[in-house]
């Protein structure tokens, strides 16, 4: 089974940049879809990006497209999250899941069924 554990959170000012890792464990990353959610205090976990198992394609959210980029080394059982242009608004704890070679509604996620414990992202204005 995959264990993922998110880092790379942290306090930044409105246009400054992040950059969010997941590594995973104790499994063949490589065969996983992987996604990065985040949830804002009293709000549902929402989808931000994700990167199929062969990291071929990605998808966003409206919101971050062109600000943020998703990207995965399966030689390092990692996917990336960096993140530009943050704004107030960003600000949430950020999760990163894996789904199994989904085929697709990758911005679904029920469709994950492995989290990290996730990391805080605050940006200030």
């Known amino acids: 089974q995959v264990q993922l554990v998110e880092s790379g959170g942290g306090l930044v000012q409105a246009g400054g940049s992040l950059r969010l890792s997941c590594t995973a464990s104790g499994g063949t990353f490589s065969t996983y879809d992987m996604g990065w959610f985040r949830q804002a205090p009293g709000k549902e976990r929402d989808f931000v990006a994700c990167i199929t198992w062969t990291g071929s394609s990605t998808y966003y959210a409206d919101s971050v497209k062109g600000r943020f980029t998703i990207s995965r080394d399966n030689a390092k059982n990692t996917v990336y999250l960096q993140m530009n242009g943050l704004k107030p608004e960003d600000t949430a704890v950020y999760y990163c899941?894996?789904?199994?070679?989904?085929?697709?509604?990758?911005?679904?996620?029920?469709?994950?069924?492995?989290w990290g414990q996730g990391t805080q992202v605050t940006v200030s204005s």
């Open positions: 899941g894996a789904g199994y070679r989904l085929s697709g509604a990758w911005s679904l996620k029920q469709n994950y069924g492995i």
